[in-house]
């Protein structure tokens, strides 16, 4: 499965690739400002957004959302095909 980076409003980046996840940087197309990161937090077990000084409207909100749920995807098919 490829995962989509680009979106409407925003470009997610790996930033880096740890053992069984990865960290992405989330940026503005529009204006290349840093808006936070995604990365795994383990006391949920899912990979969460981390924002900064930032504010979003609901375009930019889903593009976070899908993008996470791609992700999680990808980990749920990573982590199947390992266990067969």
């Known amino acids: 499965m490829d995962i989509q980076k680009d979106y409407k409003y925003i470009?997610?980046?790996?930033?880096e690739h740890k053992k069984k996840t990865d960290v992405y940087d989330c940026r503005s197309i529009s204006g290349g400002g840093v808006l936070g990161i995604v990365k795994w937090y383990?006391?949920?077990?899912?990979?969460c957004y981390f924002p900064e000084n930032s504010i979003y409207n609901i375009g930019c909100?889903?593009?976070?959302?899908?993008?996470?749920?791609?992700?999680?995807?990808?980990?749920?098919?990573?982590?199947d095909s390992i266990k067969k």
């Open 11 to 15: 470009r997610f980046t790996l930033i």
């Open 42 to 47: 383990p006391p949920w077990r899912c990979y």
């Open 61 to 79: 909100m889903t593009d976070i959302i899908n993008f996470i749920s791609q992700i999680e995807g990808q980990r749920k098919a990573d982590n």
